[in-house]
């Protein structure tokens, strides 16, 4: 095993775990002022979570971009062929 | 483990490889339309049961077109609901063993993607024109023209890149876990696995409907502000 594909596998997960930590605070959030949007306002319960839904979709895309990230430093390199 | 961006050919046709995916594809594509043919030969103004549910799910996709682009469905309900209909049953069809979903691949989302990014083009051109469409890139200010161009294409790329990453991470951790632990162990993921491929259908619906309905309406900002002004 060489550097290069050593600091890919590093590369990789710090991607992974580094890219995880925003969009689940911005989930976090986002869900949070639903509920409370919500609890104040029960009968708006179904726009709010229609919102909602494809909020988180926009928040987690980032989560995902980083995945792809990973994934491709992982199976696709074009460093280590 | 095997990467989840490598394809299998099964077999050819002439020169033409043909892979997992798009055999997959096919029999989804075929299932949903002959359903649909035999479903509604004998439509009747007393419902049977199939009947009834079959338009529970038209009159959903209906209103969902309703309350997000704010405009009679009749035109956008075919591919909308074909676009939702199909990822919904292409994600859960890995609860038939040995099948994996063909969405798990980046090509069959490239497709739809694509799709949706005609789609846009197509129903913008046909509401406002050619040239009421091209002007939408120039709203709010001509200095947002390049910036718009290049958001059309990245939200294709996103709309993609979504719908891949959430089947795709799906289908990966199920091997990995698989591979690690054992039989019965993966069936708690799977069933998340299936809340999640129904909800990403959801979404890459109604996100189309929101690129839709974008191109639609910024055609025409300039009556609605003249109708405020007046009214």
């Known amino acids: ?81 | 483990m095997k990467s989840p961006l490598t394809l299998d050919v099964l077999f050819h046709i002439g020169p033409l490889p043909i892979t997992e995916p798009v055999l997959a594809t096919w029999i989804i594509m075929a299932l949903l339309t002959v359903g649909a043919w035999l479903s509604t030969r004998r439509l009747s103004l007393q419902p049977s049961r199939f009947q009834a549910f079959l338009e529970l799910i038209v009159e959903t996709v209906d209103g969902q077109i309703r309350d997000t682009m704010q405009v009679e469905p009749g035109l956008y309900r075919a591919f909308i609901g074909t676009l939702f209909l199909f990822i919904f049953v292409a994600n859960w069809s890995e609860l038939i063993p040995g099948v994996e979903p063909p969405t798990a691949h980046v090509e069959t989302d490239a497709a739809l993607a694509l799709l949706v990014f005609v789609g846009v083009i197509y129903f913008g051109v046909r509401a406002s024109g050619l040239q009421g469409y091209l002007a939408t890139f120039a709203s709010p200010t001509p200095f947002m023209i390049p910036l718009n161009f290049v958001e059309s294409l990245t939200r294709t790329f996103s709309l993609l890149v979504r719908l891949f990453g959430n089947v795709m991470s799906g289908v990966f951790v199920i091997g990995i876990v698989l591979s690690l632990a054992g039989l019965l162990v993966p069936i708690p993921l799977m069933a998340l696995d299936l809340l999640t491929g129904a909800v990403q259908a959801y979404i890459f619906a109604v996100l189309a409907m929101v690129f839709i309905a974008g191109a639609i309406s910024e055609g025409k900002p300039r009556e609605k502000e003249h109708e405020r002004t007046t009214a």
Not at chain 1, 5 to 34: H, K, M
Not at chain 1, 40 to 66: D, H, K, W
């Open chain 1, 1 to 81: 095993m060489n550097w290069l594909s050593l600091a890919s596998i590093i590369g990789a997960a710090i991607a992974v775990s580094f890219g995880a930590i925003g969009p689940a605070l911005a989930e976090g959030r986002a869900v949070a002022a639903a509920m409370d949007a919500i609890a104040r306002q029960p009968e708006a319960a179904n726009t709010i979570s229609r919102t909602l839904f494809v909020g988180l979709a926009m928040i987690e895309t980032m989560a995902i971009y980083c995945l792809v990230i990973a994934l491709l430093l992982l199976f696709a390199n074009p460093l280590l062929k």
